[in-house]
């Protein structure tokens, strides 16, 4: 053996020590450093609902008049919107709660055809005037009965056609704030019961963030849920949820 060839066997074994412990520092320096940068949290999301009624119908009807001349049109949409105001007063509703639209115009054709069916043209046949008549009224039940009750008007001989009621609640930001209230408080017990049940201390929140804001029909359930949030108007009875989710440190 050569002089050369001994010295590579007295260094290999110092070498490969010094690689083993050199990993295992390295393996040790990594699992503290993994270790330190656990974060340890607790978190609960809470929720909070409530039934409500709503305080304002929004109701609208269209009605149409045809002629053949815009003048007579006019002058027939004019009786049949004095009818439809008439018709709402004397069933109790408010003026101060009826407003109509402006008036739509519409130039009406026909196709024109020869006795052997070829077509020939188009020529005026008249006009075709509609409005809409809304009402936004805090007195509901007075709504609903007009609403339901369109016969006198249809046997008039007004064409008049009526939409579903819609229906509102004007403190929203006030049920908002009560409901947010409620399931952050709802979220803070959650994490307490838990902390309490897994023998932790709660630290500082960090984090915490606010659900959309969901109103249902009443006893529609979260099936009628949706991502950006539900804001029913066909109920009058509605359902107003919310959720909060907290995020705390642990001591």
Not at 37 to 51: L, M, N, R
Not at 185 to 190: I, M, P, V
Request: net charge negative; proline share 1%; with cysteine.
């Amino acid at each position: 053996m050569t002089e050369k060839n001994e010295k590579k066997n007295i260094f290999a074994p110092l070498i490969i020590g010094v690689c083993i412990v050199a990993a295992a520092l390295s393996l040790g320096w990594g699992l503290a450093h993994f270790r330190s940068g656990v974060e340890h949290t607790i978190g609960a999301t809470g929720s909070a609902s409530k039934d409500f009624e709503s305080d304002l119908i929004v109701w609208r009807g269209d009605f149409t008049a045809h002629a053949e001349t815009s003048q007579e049109a006019y002058r027939q949409l004019r009786q049949d919107s004095d009818a439809v105001k008439r018709y709402l007063s004397d069933n109790g509703i408010d003026e101060s709660d009826i407003s109509f639209s402006s008036v739509n115009i519409y130039h009406t054709t026909r196709d024109i055809y020869d006795e052997n069916g070829n077509y020939r043209g188009v020529e005026y046949e008249g006009y075709d005037l509609s409005q809409t008549v809304t009402v936004s009224s805090s007195n509901l039940d007075e709504v609903e009965t007009v609403a339901t009750n369109i016969s006198s008007l249809l046997a008039s001989g007004i064409q008049f056609t009526s939409s579903a009621p819609e229906y509102y609640y004007t403190k929203i930001d006030d049920l908002k704030l009560e409901l947010i209230e409620k399931a952050t408080e709802n979220a803070k017990q959650r994490v307490d019961i838990i902390a309490n049940k897994a023998d932790a201390k709660i630290g500082k929140l960090t984090n915490s963030s606010l659900g959309v804001f969901q109103i249902t029909a009443m006893n529609t359930g979260a099936s009628t849920y949706s991502y950006d949030g539900c804001l029913d108007t066909t109920s009058r009875m509605k359902t107003a949820t919310i959720t909060v989710k907290l995020l705390y440190d642990l001591k």
